[in-house]
């Protein structure tokens, strides 16, 4: 497998973590954990599979993959390649006006969104590109023509930025008391523009946050306490579903993600 990471242009910083470059030449499974953003992916050669809790899905060419709460097994045949386009928690939110929670646990074909004969213009372009730079700028020119130029949403920003500091454990409801907004509409502007739940979405951080910073030396059952769980049946069933294996046997592995 080969990856290649870049970054995007200055105008949509705000908006893009990153773009990633996957290349399968012998064919590859990749287990993808979830995480708080949703990426939007164009394979411009091979085929590429999912599988999610033993169902298999063959993946359209251009899709838009929103935020899940369980593990996903990714195949790529041999000789494939494949750009994603790895929006900030609330970027894709400007260049898709569609309430991205209705994408929760999905993978929808792009054409959905934007109409066939634009996505086959970019296809096109992308199939006649050369390098990655030339794919970077191909996909560069469709987001800035969809670019709304909208405010960024505020409160919605500033709550996204509270749950990551506080690493997922910030209860909702002393959040949403901050806000002069009562919790009902306030919560259906975050899943319209986050992709999910302010559960879900701090229970994402929450996990990813314990995965990236486990350390074998300390004691699991500290580790799901320090991470705001106070109930080990639950920590393991959470993180069951997170990544499809108990904590021991995720940790005992000799790669995870």
């Keep these: 497998m080969k990856l290649e990471r870049y970054f995007p242009a200055d105008i949509l910083k705000p908006f893009i973590e990153n773009y990633l470059f996957i290349e399968s030449e012998q064919g590859m499974e990749n287990c993808v954990l979830p995480d708080t953003s949703i990426v939007m992916g164009f394979r411009y050669k091979g085929a590429i599979s999912d599988e999610i809790e033993g169902i298999k899905n063959n993946l359209p060419g251009a899709l838009l993959t929103g935020l899940r709460k369980s593990v996903r097994l990714i195949n790529y045949s041999g000789q494939t390649a494949m750009l994603l386009v790895v929006f900030k928690p609330g970027g894709a939110a400007t260049f898709f006006k569609e309430p991205l929670h209705e994408l929760f646990g999905l993978s929808l074909a792009l054409d959905a969104l934007i109409g066939q004969q634009k996505l086959t213009e970019v296809e096109e372009q992308l199939a006649e590109a050369s390098d990655n730079f030339q794919r970077i700028a191909v ?58 739940s302010l559960k879900q979405f701090s229970s994402i951080v929450r996990l990813r946050n314990l995965i990236e910073k486990y350390d074998p030396t300390i004691d699991l059952t500290e580790t799901a306490l320090a991470a705001g769980y106070f109930d080990q049946a639950h920590f393991i069933k959470d993180f069951r579903i997170f990544t499809g294996q108990t904590p021991h046997e995720f940790f005992r592995s000799t790669i995870h993600w």
């Design 139 to 196: 996909v560069e020119r469709f987001l800035l023509s969809r670019l709304y130029l909208a405010k960024s949403d505020l409160l919605i920003q500033h709550a996204i930025k509270q749950i990551r500091l506080t690493k997922g454990t910030l209860r909702i409801k002393d959040l949403v008391s901050t806000f002069p907004i009562s919790h009902d509409p306030f919560e259906k502007r975050f899943r319209k523009i986050t992709g999910t």
